[in-house]
């Protein structure tokens, strides 16, 4: 769990976002740099953390919640985000989009 808090405040500290921000309106920038060099959605990567420490209690909950949240993350939000994304940033995300991967490596 520490792990997971460390990572989500160093993505947020490296976004400059606040930690109680319920809204954070429009983008106004791409943020292709620091975690963002290895995966389009660090933030949903560490918040998979958690899960997959399940693993230590029990591999069969961790593989099966992780499953779940990989996959309702990205048909229920990341989607959506990244339509917003393209709108806004076009040519510029499309190419940080070929070049970096949604979730990690090979997700």
Known sequence: MLVF??????????MKLSLRASSFGDP???VTDGVFRYSRN???V?????LLVLGYFSIAAAVLSSLVYLISMTFLVIRREER???TQFGQE???YRASV???FAFI
């Open 5 to 14: 808090f460390l990572i989500a405040i160093m993505i947020q500290r490296h």
């Open 28 to 30: 106004t920038r791409l």
């Open 42 to 44: 660090p933030i949903y």
């Open 46 to 50: 560490a918040f998979l953390v958690p």
């Open 84 to 86: 917003v994304l393209q």
């Open 93 to 95: 995300y499309s190419d």
């Open 101 to 103: 991967p949604r979730w």
